[in-house]
């Protein structure tokens, strides 16, 4: 099983994107879910999680611009992302909270230029 991330693209600097994070045959409602990113030439890093017991929450550079939900009729989890900003740049990931290895997928590559 893998977690896809999805909806990726070019965005402008204050700009909008939603990000989609699916799997098939796995019931994300289950599981805490996280989202990361991993920008160029850095290490990943998390971003946000929602948890299947308690809460959601945000790494300190994305708290009040970004939001994650879940859609447990789609059996989708979103990253709703507002007032990008160049340093958004990255390639986002989504897993399992806390992350295992098998579990990544391809991700997703969000540009935040103008």
């Known amino acids: 099983v893998q977690l896809q991330a999805s909806g990726g693209g070019l965005a402008q600097p204050g700009g909008s994107l939603r990000l989609s994070c699916a799997a098939s045959g796995f019931n994300l409602d289950s599981y805490g879910i996280g989202w990361f990113r991993q920008a160029p030439g850095k290490q990943r890093e998390w971003v946000s999680c929602i948890r299947s017991s308690d809460g959601i929450y945000y790494a300190d550079s994305v708290k009040g611009r970004f939001t994650t939900y879940r859609d447990g009729a789609k059996n989708t989890v979103y990253l709703q992302m507002d007032s990008l900003r160049p340093e958004d740049t990255a390639v986002y990931y989504c897993?399992?909270?806390?992350?295992?290895?098998?579990?990544w997928g391809r991700g997703t590559e969000v540009t935040v230029s103008s």
């Open positions: 897993n399992t909270y806390p992350p295992r290895t098998e579990y």
